[in-house]
């Protein structure tokens, strides 16, 4: 079992930045591909970002294209979301995801075995 844990959400003004952070209970977790999702009430969860094995390729909804940036690392088995600029519309909560040795549909919630319990962003006006 994969337990993942997300960090680094907090609350800052339009045009901050936070670094959020997805670590994970296992040594292989380079061989998993990452998504990180969002959530807000009435709305569905949202795809965000995702990092994709093997080769590390990444994908990011348009509206945050420019303004995040998903990377990883491996030594400290640990996915991040850098996020700059930031919208009252990035206000959500900020969830990881993680499939094993699959990088197909990775903007889907429903390909995804492992999610983390999730981590508050909010961007005040």
């Known amino acids: 079992q994969v337990q993942l844990v997300e960090s680094g959400g907090g609350l800052v003004q339009a045009g901050g930045s936070l670094r959020l952070s997805c670590a994970a209970s296992?040594?292989?977790?380079?061989?998993?591909?990452v998504g990180w999702f969002r959530h807000t009430p009435g709305k569905e969860r949202e795809f965000v970002a995702a990092?994709?094995?093997?080769?590390?390729?990444?994908y990011y909804l348009d509206s945050v294209k420019g303004r995040f940036t998903i990377s990883r690392e491996n030594a400290k088995n640990t996915v991040y979301l850098q996020m700059y600029n930031l919208k009252p519309e990035d206000t959500a909560v900020y969830y990881c995801?993680?499939?094993?040795?699959?990088?197909?549909?990775?903007?889907?919630?429903?390909?995804?075995?492992?999610w983390g319990q999730g981590t508050q962003v909010t961007v005040s006006e």
């Open positions: 995801a993680a499939r094993k040795y699959s990088n197909t549909n990775y903007d889907s919630p429903g390909q995804y075995n492992y």
């Open positions: 990092i994709t094995w093997p080769l590390g390729r990444t």
């Open positions: 296992l040594q292989t977790f380079s061989t998993y591909s």
